[in-house]
T-cell receptor
Framework: DAKTTQPTSMDCAEGRAANLPCNHS???????VYWYRQIHSQGPQYIIH???NNETNEMASLIITEDRKSSTLILPHATLRDTAVYYC??????????FGTGTRLTVIP | DAGITQSPRHKVTETGTPVTLRCHQT?????MYWYRQDPGHGLRLIHY???????DKGEVSDGYSVSRSKTEDFLLTLESATSSQTSVYFC??????????????FGEGSWLTVV
């Protein structure tokens, strides 16, 4: 079962930052937080992951709270192509990823 | 994008027939996975492989078998397809780094309809 909690849906205006929250209060000290997204009819796409420190790559930034019980994925300038379901996952060290229902992000023109 | 190719991408088959889905990777990753995705259930792990000829069951393995004779290929077989196996099947690969760091990359999916 998914061990993370995310809002069911969010809207974001095109060009603005999209901030997607995730609670992972049961995460253990050595488990990573992963973010994926899935655009309709495509395979899940890896976005970013982190352990303790904030991370940034060409797609997004990941902000992890000091207690590691929550994180926020930031898409700095959302485009229409960022409309997707975003999944926050804790603990991919086991041979599995538990995808919950994710957050359906809709970027509005 | 990760070098993962799934075939066939779409297939319609009759109940009771055998079906094999193929996953081919060009990344030389050690781990390979088969997931299925259904409305209301999200992604669920069927089987995974941690090396050539080394495989293990996931949470929904009943009715499925797998084989991995080469690093680059991971086959998923439905010995006798049933309507409940109508689904989208995703192959995935990963190469574990230190500790619990394990970034998994997915293919584009195979749509299977069992009639």
């Amino acid at each position: 079962d998914a061990k993370t909690t995310q809002p069911t849906s969010m809207d974001c205006a095109e060009g603005r930052a999209a901030n997607l929250p995730c609670n992972h209060s049961t995460i253990s000290g050595n488990e990573y937080v992963y973010w994926y997204r899935q655009i309709h009819s495509q395979g899940p796409q890896y976005i970013i992951h982190g352990l303790k420190n904030n991370e940034t790559n060409e797609m997004a930034s990941l902000i992890i709270t000091e207690d590691r019980k929550s994180s926020t994925l930031i898409l700095p300038h959302a485009t229409l192509r960022d409309t997707a379901v975003y999944y926050c996952i804790d603990g991919a060290g086991a041979n599995n990823l538990f995808f919950g229902t994710g957050t359906r992000l809709t970027v509005i023109p | 994008d990760a070098g993962i190719t799934q075939s066939p991408r779409h297939k319609v088959t009759e109940t009771g027939t055998p079906v094999t889905l193929r996953c081919h990777q060009t990344e030389n990753h050690r781990y390979m996975y088969w997931y299925r995705q259904d409305p209301g259930h999200g992604l669920r792990l069927i089987h995974y492989s941690y090396g050539v000829k080394d495989t293990d069951k996931g949470e929904v393995s009943d009715g499925y078998s797998v084989s991995r004779s080469k690093t680059e290929d991971f086959l998923l077989t439905l010995e006798s397809a049933t309507s409940s196996q109508t689904s989208v099947y995703f192959c995935a690969i990963s190469e574990r780094a230190q500790g619990l760091e394990n970034t998994i990359y997915f293919g584009e999916g195979s749509w299977l309809t069992v009639v």
